[in-house]
């Protein structure tokens, strides 16, 4: 293919790794048992790598006597503690699948995932923030027959579960390890859907071994790294980018607090003496906005990820300059792509880390085509990203329609990103196919809000766009026809009816109501007219 068409296939003299989360931990653990694994800086609780596999093990031999087996679904709900990295390789140890719970999920979205993926133990936090996990998993318990067993940390089952006189029986472990192949399904992330509900893609140890690894070694990690990780563990970021890649290379992962807290990161930073930090621009923006910012020592930084939503070039400024991230790099990706298709290099200047997603990443492809011909458009035209390789889902949990949707006969991934690509090989994101809005790091799926707001009783249609906001980017606003004669909805009784139901990050911020939708001539919403018309109403900067 011509050096004109936007193609571009990711070489490498590193070869991808052949093998078994379990395996490659196994591996780490053996070079490096001494050396510092995992640090819960809020609980005071450290782990060098032998003890790390002391409590993997054990997890995984718990998780077998509660009826546990290979292909099984295990759902994690809950905040960043050691906790959810032991559930996580623990799971990988005997093949069963871990299913990620956003911390953030209401009554109706925990049902859903519970119900669809079929999770058969539920290991939770029995609180965190506001949420009362245990009455949530308690009211909709009878609604999921498949949940056989939920074990809340901190109980005496969860006691139960991790108890270390389990690992006289390591054996078991090795032989199922014996039976297990790198690229069966180890891991279910649910990623909103267009379609109304949320969607589980379905990734292999093969898949989120090597994607981490990647990432890291796009940072140059060695076993002398410490990376602090505030991004959440349910999503790929935390747990693929941030813990993967540092057991697959006899780093340290770094927990500063269960939810995000500016404080406690710079706080873990300098305690630690972390080389690499992880974050969307919205928490760089808080870190460097932390009034005690300038007394906190971070000499220690060196390198980083900073994803989820394009960084302004004056955070990225002071993010090298202030924050000494010399070696920060962007990453580009999706669930469903590990998720990391494309990244900065280490030694690109500020220019192509604020106005690119950097190049091809190794192991993989990428191209941009015209979304009707599916053709490759020359370098420097518009097209939707696609990506092929490794990293590519193994479909979505029992929907194979809606595989085949976004997965091409090809094996290419279709991301519905607008993106071009320049001479160099590097991809800038033009823009969303989709609708999506990206609020503050999280992709949020306007459908799945609005066939919510449809079972209002008062609303006959609903329509969600996103509109520009200077804290998140962009902010959720819901469109609204109402049913003859009742009280018009406001912002505050949309969110009363959402609270408790939908993930907060879901909830409109304004609300409109309105006799009718613009239209195009073919009787399709007319969303782009929607924004314009909702920046005027709501007097927002335009971008």
């Not at 078991?172 to 379609?195: K, V």
């Not at 990293?391 to 979505?396: E, F, N, Q, R």
């Not at 279709?414 to 993106?419: F, K, N, R």
């Not at 994101?429 to 079972?455: C, H, Q, S, W």
Request: hydrophobic share 40%; glycine share 10%.
């Amino acid at each position: 293919m011509s050096v004109h068409t936007s193609y571009a296939s990711g070489t490498s003299t590193v070869p991808l790794l052949g093998e078994t989360i379990g395996a490659n931990l196994d591996r780490t653990v053996a070079a490096h048992a001494g050396r510092d694994a995992l640090v819960d800086v809020a609980s005071g609780r450290r782990y060098t790598f032998a003890e790390l596999a002391d409590e993997v093990d054990a997890c995984a031999l718990g998780l077998l006597d509660l009826g546990v087996r290979t292909g099984d679904r295990v759902g994690v709900w809950a905040p960043n503690v050691a906790e959810w990295v032991f559930v996580q390789y623990a799971t990988a140890k005997i093949g069963a699948i871990l299913v990620n719970i956003n911390p953030a999920y209401r009554t109706h979205e925990l049902a859903f995932v519970l119900r669809q993926s079929g999770v058969k133990v539920l290991v939770s936090a029995a609180s965190f923030k506001t949420s009362d996990y245990r009455a949530m998993v308690a009211e909709v318990s009878p609604d999921c027959p498949a949940l056989e067993r939920t074990v809340f940390v901190g109980d005496a089952d969860w006691d139960a579960v991790v108890d270390p006189s389990r690992l006289d029986g390591r054996n078991r472990l090795a032989e199922i390890a014996g039976e297990l192949t790198f690229d069966d399904p180890i891991n279910i992330q649910y990623t909103s859907g267009t379609t109304g509900f949320p969607k589980g893609a379905t990734l292999s140890h093969h898949n989120i071994l090597n994607n981490g690894f990647f990432v890291a070694e796009g940072q140059a990690w060695t076993h002398e790294d410490r990376v602090c990780v505030p991004v959440p563990f349910y999503h790929c970021f935390g747990m693929v980018m941030g813990n993967l890649g540092a057991t697959s290379h006899g780093a340290c992962i770094v927990i500063p607090s269960p939810g995000f807290d500016p404080k406690a990161t710079l706080t873990a930073v300098q305690q630690e003496r972390c080389t690499a930090l992880y974050g969307v621009p919205t928490m760089f923006i808080a870190e460097l906005g932390d009034p005690d910012f300038a007394s906190y020592d971070l000499s220690s930084l060196r390198t980083g990820v900073m994803a989820g939503s394009p960084c302004p070039v004056e955070v990225m400024k002071r993010v090298i300059d202030d924050m000494g991230v010399g070696d920060v790099t962007i990453c580009y990706g999706m669930t469903e792509t590990s998720p990391v298709s494309t990244q900065t290099g280490r030694d690109d200047d500020i220019e192509r880390r604020v106005s690119t997603v950097g190049a091809v990443h190794p192991h993989l492809e990428i191209k941009i085509v015209d979304p009707d011909t599916g053709r490759a458009v020359p370098r420097g035209e518009k097209g939707e990203l696609c990506t092929r390789g490794y990293s590519v889902m193994l479909g979505y949990w029992d929907e194979p329609e809606k595989t085949a949707e976004v997965i091409d006969r090809a094996r290419w991934m279709h991301t519905g990103d607008l993106a071009t690509m320049d001479d160099a090989g590097y991809v800038t994101i033009a823009g969303r196919i989709k609708d999506m809005v990206i609020r503050g790091g999280e992709n949020v799926y306007p459908r799945e809000i609005e066939e919510f707001l449809y079972t209002h009783p008062d609303v006959v249609d609903a329509q969600v766009i996103g509109v520009p906001d200077e804290r998140y980017g962009e902010e959720l606003m819901a469109w609204v026809r109402m049913r003859p004669g009742a009280e018009p909805l406001t912002a505050e009784s949309v969110r009363a009816f959402c609270r408790g139901r939908l993930a907060h990050f879901k909830i409109p911020r304004y609300v409109h109501v309105v006799d009718e939708f613009p239209m195009t001539v073919t009787g399709k919403v007319r969303k782009v007219e929607m924004r314009e018309r909702s920046v005027e109403l709501l007097g927002l900067p335009a971008s």
